[in-house]
Protein backbone atom coordinates (compact mmCIF):
# COMPACT_ATOMS: atom_id res chain seq x y z
CA UNK A 1 0.00 0.00 0.00
CA UNK A 2 2.61 2.73 0.79
CA UNK A 3 4.44 1.68 -2.15
CA UNK A 4 1.09 2.42 -4.44
CA UNK A 5 1.12 6.08 -2.04
CA UNK A 6 4.39 6.83 -3.00
CA UNK A 7 4.06 6.79 -7.24
CA UNK A 8 0.77 8.27 -6.69
CA UNK A 9 2.84 10.87 -5.48
CA UNK A 10 5.71 10.95 -7.10
CA UNK A 11 2.81 11.17 -10.69
CA UNK A 12 1.23 13.80 -8.94
CA UNK A 13 4.38 16.04 -8.49
CA UNK A 14 5.89 15.12 -12.10
CA UNK A 15 2.59 15.77 -13.62
CA UNK A 16 2.81 19.53 -11.99
CA UNK A 17 2.13 22.04 -15.07
CA UNK A 18 5.57 21.70 -16.71
CA UNK A 19 3.74 20.98 -20.36
CA UNK A 20 0.80 20.12 -21.40
CA UNK A 21 -0.09 16.64 -22.71
CA UNK A 22 -1.67 16.36 -25.87
CA UNK A 23 -5.21 15.73 -24.69
CA UNK A 24 -4.89 18.52 -22.90
CA UNK A 25 -3.64 20.59 -25.90
CA UNK A 26 -6.42 19.42 -28.15
CA UNK A 27 -9.41 20.42 -25.08
CA UNK A 28 -7.02 23.90 -23.84
CA UNK A 29 -9.53 26.91 -23.48
CA UNK A 30 -6.55 29.32 -23.69
CA UNK A 31 -8.54 31.90 -21.87
CA UNK A 32 -8.95 29.69 -19.09
CA UNK A 33 -5.56 28.47 -18.84
CA UNK A 34 -4.03 32.56 -19.40
CA UNK A 35 -6.17 33.10 -16.57
CA UNK A 36 -4.96 30.36 -14.61
CA UNK A 37 -1.78 30.72 -14.79
CA UNK A 38 -1.69 34.78 -14.21
CA UNK A 39 -3.89 34.03 -11.20
CA UNK A 40 -0.95 31.47 -9.77
CA UNK A 41 1.69 34.27 -10.05
CA UNK A 42 3.20 32.53 -13.11
CA UNK A 43 5.90 35.10 -15.40
CA UNK A 44 4.52 35.01 -18.66
CA UNK A 45 7.58 33.61 -20.41
CA UNK A 46 6.54 30.66 -18.29
CA UNK A 47 3.27 30.47 -19.33
CA UNK A 48 4.53 30.66 -23.27
CA UNK A 49 6.82 27.76 -22.64
CA UNK A 50 4.30 25.62 -21.15
CA UNK A 51 1.39 26.09 -24.19
CA UNK A 52 4.40 25.86 -26.74
CA UNK A 53 4.55 22.36 -25.98
CA UNK A 54 1.65 22.03 -28.10
CA UNK A 55 3.75 22.91 -31.31
CA UNK A 56 4.95 18.88 -30.50
CA UNK A 57 1.50 17.83 -31.48
CA UNK A 58 0.55 20.17 -34.35
CA UNK A 59 -1.41 22.38 -31.90
CA UNK A 60 -1.44 26.06 -32.19
CA UNK A 61 -1.44 27.57 -28.90
CA UNK A 62 -3.85 30.97 -29.16
CA UNK A 63 -1.41 33.04 -28.02
CA UNK A 64 -3.65 36.50 -27.83
CA UNK A 65 -6.78 35.03 -25.84
CA UNK A 66 -3.90 33.49 -23.49
CA UNK A 67 -1.96 36.73 -22.97
CA UNK A 68 -5.38 39.02 -22.45
CA UNK A 69 -6.98 36.79 -19.92
CA UNK A 70 -3.07 36.13 -17.98
CA UNK A 71 -3.01 39.85 -17.27
CA UNK A 72 -6.23 39.45 -16.26
CA UNK A 73 -5.30 36.34 -13.98
CA UNK A 74 -2.29 38.52 -12.90
CA UNK A 75 -4.13 41.71 -11.65
CA UNK A 76 -5.83 38.43 -8.87
CA UNK A 77 -2.62 37.60 -8.20
CA UNK A 78 -0.78 41.17 -7.52
CA UNK A 79 -3.60 41.97 -4.75
CA UNK A 80 -2.32 43.45 -1.62
CA UNK A 81 -3.26 41.02 0.20
CA UNK A 82 -2.50 37.94 -1.28
CA UNK A 83 1.19 39.44 -1.32
CA UNK A 84 0.91 39.38 2.48
CA UNK A 85 -0.38 35.59 2.19
CA UNK A 86 2.29 34.94 0.32
CA UNK A 87 4.58 36.21 2.56
CA UNK A 88 3.11 34.96 5.69
CA UNK A 89 3.23 31.40 4.15
CA UNK A 90 7.50 32.27 3.51
CA UNK A 91 6.65 31.83 -0.08
CA UNK A 92 8.97 33.77 -2.66
CA UNK A 93 7.17 36.01 -5.34
CA UNK A 94 8.70 35.79 -8.84
CA UNK A 95 8.57 39.85 -9.23
CA UNK A 96 5.52 39.27 -11.59
CA UNK A 97 3.90 42.51 -9.91
CA UNK A 98 4.05 45.82 -10.67
CA UNK A 99 2.29 47.12 -7.77
CA UNK A 100 4.23 48.66 -4.65
CA UNK A 101 1.40 47.98 -2.72
CA UNK A 102 1.87 44.06 -3.51
CA UNK A 103 5.19 44.48 -2.58
CA UNK A 104 4.92 46.05 0.52
CA UNK A 105 2.11 43.61 1.64
CA UNK A 106 3.95 41.01 0.42
CA UNK A 107 7.65 42.14 2.41
CA UNK A 108 4.76 42.78 5.77
CA UNK A 109 3.86 39.09 5.10
CA UNK A 110 7.62 37.78 4.53
CA UNK A 111 8.84 39.62 7.55
CA UNK A 112 6.47 38.40 9.93
CA UNK A 113 7.38 34.66 8.56
CA UNK A 114 11.06 34.87 9.55
CA UNK A 115 10.34 36.05 13.12
CA UNK A 116 7.64 33.30 13.43
CA UNK A 117 10.92 31.08 12.20
CA UNK A 118 13.34 32.82 14.21
CA UNK A 119 11.09 31.99 16.98
CA UNK A 120 10.46 28.41 16.02
CA UNK A 121 14.51 28.19 15.64
CA UNK A 122 15.28 29.77 19.11
CA UNK A 123 12.34 27.66 20.63
CA UNK A 124 14.39 24.57 19.06
CA UNK A 125 18.03 25.21 20.48
CA UNK A 126 16.59 26.17 23.80
CA UNK A 127 15.67 22.58 23.80
CA UNK A 128 19.10 21.51 22.92
CA UNK A 129 20.92 23.68 25.09
CA UNK A 130 18.14 22.41 28.08
CA UNK A 131 18.84 18.88 27.31
CA UNK A 132 22.44 19.53 27.41
CA UNK A 133 22.53 21.34 30.46
CA UNK A 134 20.86 18.50 32.63
CA UNK A 135 23.30 15.64 30.45
CA UNK A 136 26.19 17.68 31.98
CA UNK A 137 24.53 17.83 35.66
CA UNK A 138 24.33 14.19 35.47
CA UNK A 139 27.64 14.18 34.46
CA UNK A 140 29.25 16.20 36.94
CA UNK A 141 27.29 14.35 39.62
CA UNK A 142 28.74 11.24 38.92
CA UNK A 143 32.11 10.42 41.28
CA UNK A 144 34.23 9.03 38.17
CA UNK A 145 34.31 12.02 36.52
CA UNK A 146 38.11 13.09 36.13
CA UNK A 147 39.30 16.99 37.22
CA UNK A 148 40.05 17.67 33.04
CA UNK A 149 36.68 16.27 32.25
CA UNK A 150 34.94 18.09 35.15
CA UNK A 151 36.76 21.45 33.79
CA UNK A 152 35.65 20.65 30.37
CA UNK A 153 32.35 20.27 31.76
CA UNK A 154 32.11 23.54 33.89
CA UNK A 155 33.32 25.24 30.75
CA UNK A 156 30.66 24.11 28.05
CA UNK A 157 27.99 24.40 31.19
CA UNK A 158 29.08 28.36 31.11
CA UNK A 159 28.68 28.90 27.76
CA UNK A 160 25.83 27.06 27.27
CA UNK A 161 24.10 29.22 29.79
CA UNK A 162 25.12 32.55 28.10
CA UNK A 163 24.03 31.19 25.10
CA UNK A 164 20.89 30.58 26.60
CA UNK A 165 20.79 34.21 28.34
CA UNK A 166 21.51 35.50 24.42
CA UNK A 167 18.29 33.37 22.86
CA UNK A 168 16.01 34.29 25.76
CA UNK A 169 16.82 38.22 25.71
CA UNK A 170 16.19 37.90 21.62
CA UNK A 171 13.30 35.58 22.27
CA UNK A 172 12.05 38.29 24.32
CA UNK A 173 12.66 41.59 21.89
CA UNK A 174 10.69 39.35 18.84
CA UNK A 175 7.39 40.78 19.96
CA UNK A 176 8.21 43.94 19.75
CA UNK A 177 10.18 43.73 15.94
CA UNK A 178 6.87 42.54 14.77
CA UNK A 179 5.08 45.65 16.16
CA UNK A 180 7.88 48.11 14.46
CA UNK A 181 6.75 49.21 10.67
CA UNK A 182 8.90 47.79 7.80
CA UNK A 183 11.67 49.95 6.30
CA UNK A 184 12.58 49.54 2.92
CA UNK A 185 14.79 51.49 1.01
CA UNK A 186 14.23 51.46 -3.10
CA UNK A 187 17.13 52.68 -4.81
CA UNK A 188 17.67 53.91 -8.60
CA UNK A 189 19.92 52.66 -10.36
Request: hydrophobic share 30%.
Amino acid sequence: MPYRFLLLLLFILLSGCTSLSQQECAQANWRELGYSHGQQGYTYERGKEIISACREFGITAQLNEYQASYQQGLAVYCEPENGFTLGIRGESYNGVCNSSQFRKAWQEGNDRYQLEERKTEIEQRLDEINWRLNTIRDELSAETVGSNKRKELHREREMLDDERDDLIRERSLLPLLNKLPSVHFEYEL
